[in-house]
């Protein structure tokens, strides 16, 4: 995800020339993508030609679209060091896997931006497993908590009409404030609670849809007192820490991969 340029009042967080983006992360600080083209702070990777099954089979290598924020593009960080593609690299070739067609995080975006330009691009891209990681912004914008909890219920229910529930996968937000440059985009102790606040609401609207859920929260809060978790920009998470949600969300999606649609997911709840 990425961070988002401040205002006067409540703007998003801004790290050295990037934005924060519903998951954080630095458009500026992005590599190229190989075999694909970036576009507006976004990767896309060209994919199979063949059409996508609407129930793909337990061992086809799905097409993996992720959806997000800085932190979702990854801001700060290598290509191969973004979430998305350590998932799919410790999945390895042999099926069941995903293969990641497109990253569409960009940074400063709101669980508004996703709906107007990101959930549009699903009908080209045919997404067959799709990840969902977004509300820092949300929470730096001051975006009401009912208009958050609205917009997550439009998103997923948009991701419904395309994939059985099995094969979507909704993800908690980092807490940003413990990392050396976190108190420049609001007082701390309240900007910490909205963040748990908004974890809550996607726990609850995945929950209610039969979604899984995975919660990193707790891993990111390591963060302030093990510097090597924050990436140079002072404020997005590290390779290493991605490293470790990778390590928490692989379980759950080998088990989504080897279900079949239909079968009921497990979830991680979030912290209270």
């Given at each position: 995800?990425?961070?988002?340029?401040?205002?006067?009042?409540?703007?998003?967080?801004?790290?050295?020339?990037?934005?924060?983006?519903?998951?954080?992360?630095?458009?500026?600080?992005?590599?190229?993508?190989?075999?694909?083209?970036?576009?507006?702070?976004?990767?896309?990777?060209?994919?199979?030609?063949?059409?996508?099954?609407?129930?793909?089979?337990?061992?086809?290598?799905?097409?993996?679209?992720?959806?997000?924020?800085?932190?979702?593009?990854?801001?700060?960080?290598?290509?191969?060091?973004?979430?998305?593609?350590?998932?799919?690299?410790?999945?390895?070739?042999?099926?069941?896997?995903?293969?990641?067609?497109?990253?569409?995080?960009?940074?400063?975006?709101?669980?508004?931006?996703?709906?107007?330009?990101?959930?549009?691009?699903?009908?080209?891209?045919?997404?067959?497993?799709?990840?969902?990681?977004?509300?820092?912004?949300?929470?730096?914008?001051?975006?009401?908590?009912?208009?958050?909890?609205?917009?997550?219920?439009?998103?997923?229910?948009?991701?419904?009409?395309?994939?059985?529930?099995?094969?979507?996968?909704?993800?908690?937000?980092?807490?940003?404030?413990?990392?050396?440059?976190?108190?420049?985009?609001?007082?701390?102790?309240?900007?910490?609670?909205?963040?748990?606040?908004?974890?809550?609401?996607?726990?609850?609207?995945?929950?209610?849809?039969?979604?899984?859920?995975?919660?990193?929260?707790?891993?990111?809060l390591q963060a302030k007192d093990q510097r090597s978790l924050v990436a140079r920009d002072g404020l997005h998470p590290s390779g290493e820490q991605y490293a470790l949600w990778v390590q928490r969300l692989?379980?759950?999606?080998?088990?989504?991969?080897?279900?079949?649609?239909?079968?009921?997911?497990r979830r991680s709840a979030p912290e209270v």
């Amino acid at each position: 995800m990425v961070l988002e340029k401040p205002t006067t009042s409540t703007a998003a967080l801004t790290g050295a020339s990037c934005w924060l983006v519903v998951s954080l992360s630095l458009a500026a600080c992005r590599p190229p993508d190989s075999g694909g083209a970036t576009r507006g702070g976004r990767a896309t990777t060209s994919g199979s030609s063949s059409a996508a099954s609407p129930s793909p089979r337990p061992t086809d290598r799905l097409r993996y679209v992720a959806l997000g924020d800085s932190y979702t593009i990854g801001t700060s960080v290598a290509e191969t060091h973004r979430w998305p593609n350590q998932l799919v690299a410790r999945l390895g070739a042999e099926p069941p896997t995903l293969e990641l067609v497109a990253n569409l995080g960009v940074t400063g975006y709101t669980s508004r931006d996703v709906i107007e330009r990101e959930l549009p691009e699903l009908a080209a891209l045919r997404p067959e497993f799709v990840t969902l990681l977004i509300g820092v912004n949300d929470v730096v914008q001051a975006v009401p908590s009912a208009t958050y909890e609205k917009n997550v219920e439009e998103i997923l229910g948009v991701l419904l009409d395309r994939l059985p529930p099995e094969r979507i996968l909704a993800v908690s937000t980092p807490d940003y404030t413990v990392t050396p440059r976190g108190a420049a985009y609001g007082d701390p102790k309240v900007q910490s609670a909205a963040i748990r606040r908004n974890n809550r609401i996607l726990a609850a609207v995945a929950d209610r849809n039969g979604i899984p859920f995975v919660d990193i929260h707790d891993i990111s809060l390591q963060a302030k007192d093990q510097r090597s978790l924050v990436a140079r920009d002072g404020l997005h998470p590290s390779g290493e820490q991605y490293a470790l949600w990778v390590q928490r969300l692989l379980p759950m999606v080998e088990e989504l991969l080897r279900a079949s649609p239909g079968a009921a997911p497990r979830r991680s709840a979030p912290e209270v």
